[in-house]
């Protein structure tokens, strides 16, 4: 029997070098003459910079250079804007983008002021400490609602106010929904994201090398190409004088796909006035106020239903805390104004957004990238119609899902990948009866909770349906390439976070090549390899990278076949690849190893056959024509100590759909991190700003990441509603895990306590907000 | 996050440990286990000029009882060999039991006893203790040794009666009387994390299970750790008794902790948590003295 490899719970093959300490991260990176990097960051929200004097840095012996904006000349700038606003009518966006390093205006607590270089870290520190700064500290913008009053300061002072952009998509005409519902439930709801905390911080090590002319940059980018094509450009270098390498990066999430960071923009360049390699990590300080994150969202939504409990339309107005600037355009706000319709069928839609502007860090996607904020606010009004209506969670979600013969089902506005926001397949209903099934519902609600409640113990349930719009385009690429030793080289653009490229893509190409995944060698994210793509982000480097391997590993299975077919004065169809060899069917002594027939591509001698290529290796491309929606259901029991209010999960389970799966151990691991930074924002993790726009938990003793005793074992199954729009039927699973957990929690700590009236409205909870949320019901002001 | 310049010397011995005390004064500071030091430095809120590490002086890590009982417990010794160890198990039971809360494994197999104590941080767990087992505290110097109370030994916020030559070398904590029982309770956001609300709770019964004395010590609830004297009398003179318990409760919880509030829990919650601890707390204190006392529960 043919041994298969897609599809296999494979063991990740990158382990054993990652644990080992055998895998190269930005850090490991130490060449001759190296120097180090700090960067002195503004201690206020929003000040005027009055004058800087760094002369007394060059007291500390081993001080090399000094930077500050007005050292850089014609080379200070903008960051560029890196997503455009999308297609959408009477669209307003004010684009500002971060400085290299600040000019006249700090407008976040750690933008950049100055950089020194010296020969270590610890005397660059000292030196940082001594460049003066006379700062004018201006009124500080924190909050959202009143940056919009009239007499707000204003981050940008050459706009007229705080906001950053208006949005505003319809889908029919909730008005008309709105007269015919028997029922109209208004709230407003509160979700806050926060900081993705990758295990590595940021880094870059930038290294001219004057006899090549060719600058090499070591980079914990998601998206190396388009840092060398911006570099090129910015520094004025040909794209082939730039390599970006992005080794193993311990974590991306988001944030590391910040094109460009001014740390980015500087390294290289001063690399290149020094002529010296150059290194700075992000220590962990700076990485909570200078990498980006996500925040909060407010949402005054509303929504009409018949009294059985059918969906009629929806409407919700909210605010967006974009932070000091917005260089990744409304990803944020239209993912969570896209997937707010989640896995339902709301025939009447109203969504307008405002972008604001305020003095904290730059907001920019992390896992989820807003799709939290935008389910958070569906499932909590279906809880809340279910609730007066007297029907089941679980029975007005079934009754609103959007039927498995509906498909494609358009939503009709537009996604962040500014195509029409249209769902290419999906089931719901096995989906959530295998939740059901698997976290014990019936037998819980029937049995197990009355028990518990009497013996005085508050335990509840949970369940919570989400859609996720996965593997946007525009394109991935990759070269597929069978060497004389028979192993096969394959080299793709998009970089590797921990997602486990290595193995899910090697799968993809044993399975096409019939060789053994140990015979596959993946490649990612060095520029010299491959110059085309975008990166890694919106779950898309299986679909979009994989598809595009898969093509290539079929263009190179048809070199093969053709090869053989001359060679062994057969029919294509008559033969076989299996265990590294091509062979007639049927006839395995009349074969040839895939190597030997690599040496007969690429002769030394005569000659290779007019209109074709040398060597069995293919370069192809894959670009969907937009992005696939994988769905799932997330359940939870959870007990919650009434008097401290503190939570143990007891049980947990994720069901997801992501189209054909690839690995499933490896989609296990996705769901298991996802839903850990689900658990860490719904119940852990909150950046607090003070009214100064400072923020108070800048690290992890007051930032609170759950822990391996926080997060309980997690139940994972997998429903297969293949992808249409991809041959390999598959769809993104990369931010599934985290998406829903906030109205999970908020569902099931209602539940468990089981207070008249008691609503959960925001996210994130504590058991002290908890606390305070019950007073407040049990003896309302 | 790298710390300013600062010279380190590893004294042989506790006397030379001592002598260079005495000779640079407040510019040195003592490395023990480093634990809190070593990240108040990395962010440069500290910045000694010199660091005195007493990691080489076995002579301070030792845990041994003396004629009268006394538990005797060096200043180096660390938290993970006092959570593991049979003497303080069997001799300071409410040491033993706090233990797994402070912080993680990792962190406790570097911590010391003396370096938590002299930090004096409020929300740690130790100085709690210290002062609910009437601990005693021996500090030197070059000019000879006294034993401080520990109730005169904590004297606010990472402050306590240690002068600069002085290191702490040895903690006594003397034997329990019988019929003692003993409970550490403590609430964390995270395992591991410092406590929203702490309490260690020591109590003596006689005879006839009626509490001879009691003694109520909270962490996190002000500005050092904060022991609740007119609760423990609503207690003395009482039996296992719910009423007494609440009274006592209410009157620790409301009027003498005195909580600070954070974003983790503010003052409401933290006084509200230090109530239902406190009543936790005396249930299983009072539980394990009438076990003590031959009581069949």
């Known amino acids: ?781 | 996050m790298k710390p300013a310049a600062f010279e380190y010397i590893v004294p042989d011995s506790l006397e030379q440990a001592l002598s260079i005390l005495q000779e640079h004064g407040e510019e040195a500071k003592i490395l023990a286990g480093g634990q809190s030091l070593v990240p108040a430095m990395n962010f440069r809120m500290l910045q000694p000029t010199l660091l005195v590490d007493l990691n080489k002086l076995e002579e301070l890590d030792h845990i041994r009882r003396n004629e009268a009982g006394d538990l005797l417990v060096g200043a180096m010794t660390r938290h993970r060999r006092l959570e593991f160890d049979n003497l303080v198990a069997q001799y300071a039971p409410l040491l033993h039991e706090s233990i797994p809360s402070i912080a993680h494994p990792q962190i406790r197999n570097r911590g010391t006893l003396g370096g938590s104590l002299v930090h004096a941080d409020p929300a740690a767990e130790l100085p709690v203790i210290a002062l609910a087992v009437d601990a005693q505290i021996k500090v030197q110097s070059i000019g000879g040794e006294r034993t401080i109370p520990s109730v005169e030994f904590f004297q606010g916020m990472f402050t306590t009666d240690i002068n600069p030559d002085e290191i702490l070398v040895e903690v006594a904590i003397p034997e329990s009387s019988a019929r003692t029982g003993w409970a550490f309770k403590e609430i964390a956001r995270r395992a591991g994390d410092y406590a929203m609300m702490g309490i260690a709770v020591r109590i003596t019964l006689d005879e006839d299970g009626v509490c001879e004395k009691a003694c109520l010590v909270y962490l996190n609830a002000g500005d050092g750790p904060m022991e609740a004297v007119e609760a423990a009398k609503i207690l003395e003179g009482q039996p296992r008794d719910d009423q007494a318990f609440e009274a006592a409760a209410e009157k620790a919880s409301q009027d003498e902790i005195d909580p600070l509030g954070n974003m983790h829990a503010n003052v409401d919650f933290q006084r509200h948590l230090a109530n239902v601890l406190t009543l936790r707390a005396l249930d299983l204190a009072f539980q394990r003295a009438d076990v003590d006392r031959g009581e069949n529960l």
């Open chain 1, 1 to 781: 029997m043919k041994k298969r490899f897609f599809g296999e719970r494979i063991k990740r093959r990158e382990d054993p070098r990652l644990l080992t300490g055998q895998a190269l991260f930005v850090d490991d990176v130490n060449l001759p003459k190296m120097i180090h990097a700090a960067f002195l960051r503004s201690p206020y929200a929003h000040a005027r910079i009055i004058k800087i004097d760094s002369s007394k840095a060059f007291d500390h012996p081993g001080v090399v250079a000094v930077y500050t904006a007005s050292d850089l000349g014609a080379y200070w700038r903008n960051g560029p804007l890196l997503v455009s606003p999308p297609p959408i009518e009477n669209i307003v966006f004010h684009e500002r983008t971060q400085q290299i390093l600040v000019r006249d205006k700090v407008r976040h607590v750690g933008e950049p002021i100055a950089v020194v270089l010296a020969e270590d870290r610890y005397i660059a520190e000292d030196a940082v400490a001594d460049i003066l700064v006379d700062y004018e500290p201006l009124d500080v913008v924190v909050d959202m609602e009143k940056a919009l009053e009239p007499q707000s300061a204003l981050v940008h002072e050459d706009l007229p106010s705080n906001i950053a952009a208006h949005v505003v998509q319809e889908k029919g005409n909730y008005q008309q929904a709105k007269e015919k519902a028997d029922i109209i439930l208004k709230r407003r709801l509160y979700y806050d994201h926060g900081t993705a905390a990758a295990m590595e911080n940021r880094g870059i090590v930038a290294e001219w090398d004057p006899k090549a002319q060719r600058l090499t940059v070591w980079d914990t980018t998601q998206a190396p190409i388009p840092i060398r094509n911006g570099l090129a450009s910015m520094l004025g270098l040909s794209e082939s004088q730039v390599r970006v390498i992005a080794p193993f990066i311990g974590g991306g999430f988001g944030p590391k796909i910040m094109m460009f960071y001014p740390e980015e923009m500087i390294i290289p360049w001063v690399a290149l006035q020094l002529n010296r390699p150059v290194k700075w990590i992000e220590d962990r300080a700076e990485n909570f106020v200078a990498t980006t994150q996500e925040r909060d969202q407010i949402h005054h939504a509303e929504i009409a239903l018949t009294k059985e409990g059918r969906i009629l339309g929806v409407h919700d107005v909210f605010l967006h805390d974009t932070g000091a600037y917005d260089p990744y355009g409304l990803t944020v706000p239209l993912n969570s104004q896209c997937t707010l319709l989640g896995p339902y069928d709301i025939p009447d839609y109203y969504s307008e957004f405002t972008a604001v502007f305020t003095n904290k860090p730059i907001v920019t996607p992390y896992r989820g990238a807003g799709r939290q904020h935008g389910v958070f606010v569906i499932e909590r009004l279906l809880d809340l119609a279910a609730k007066e209506l007297g029907m089941d969670v679980i029975e007005i979600r079934r009754k609103n899902f959007i039927k498995a013969d509906a498909f494609p089902f358009d939503n009709k506005i537009i996604f962040q990948d500014f195509q029409p926001l249209v769902y290419d397949s999906g089931n719901y209903e096995p989906i959530l009866d295998q939740a059901l099934e698997r976290i014990g519902y019936i037998d819980f609600v029937n049995n197990v909770q009355p028990r518990l409640t009497a013996e005085g113990r508050h335990v509840g349930i949970g369940v919570v349906a989400y859609v996720e719009g996965t593997g946007i385009g525009p394109y991935e690429g990759a070269r597929v390439q069978i060497q004389p030793s028979g192993k096969i080289a394959v080299v793709t653009g998009v970089g590797t976070q921990g997602q486990g490229h290595f193995t899910s893509f090697a799968q993809i190409v044993a399975e096409q090549l019939g060789v053994d995944i140990e015979d596959v060698e993946v490649v990612t994210g060095d520029t010299d390899q491959f110059h085309w793509g975008t990166g890694t982000f919106a779950s898309r480097g299986a679909v979009v990278a994989g598809n595009a391997i898969n093509e290539a590993a079929k263009d190179v299975r048809a070199k093969v076949l053709r090869m053989a077919s001359d060679r062994f004065e057969v029919a294509e169809e008559d033969l076989d690849i299996r265990g590294g060899q091509v062979f007639v069917r049927g006839v395995p002594q009349r074969g040839v190893s895939l190597g030997q027939l690599a040496v007969e591509a690429n002769p030394l001698r005569g000659t290779v056959k007019p209109g074709t290529e040398p060597g069995l290796e293919a370069t192809n491309y894959f670009g969907p024509e937009m992005g696939t929606t994988a769905s799932g259901v997330h359940a939870m029991i959870v007990e919650v100590d009434p008097q401290t209010m503190m939570i143990d999960i007891q049980k947990f389970v994720v069901v997801h759909d992501c189209g054909r799966v690839i690995n499933p151990m490896i989609l296990d691991g996705q769901m298991h991190g996802g839903v850990a930074q689900g658990i860490g924002n719904a119940f852990y993790e909150k950046l607090t700003f003070d009214e100064n726009g400072q923020l108070l938990n800048g690290s992890f003793m007051d930032y609170l990441i759950p822990t391996a005793r926080e997060i309980p074992r997690i139940d994972v199954g997998h429903e297969e509603t293949l992808s249409p729009l991809n041959p390999l039927g598959i769809k993104g699973a990369g931010e599934a895990g985290a998406i829903p957990v906030g109205p999970l929690f908020a569902q099931a700590i209602e539940n468990a306590l089981a207070l008249d009236g008691f609503e959960i409205l925001e996210i994130p909870l504590s058991p002290g907000r908890l606390w305070e949320l019950v007073r407040e019901t049990q003896s309302p002001a």
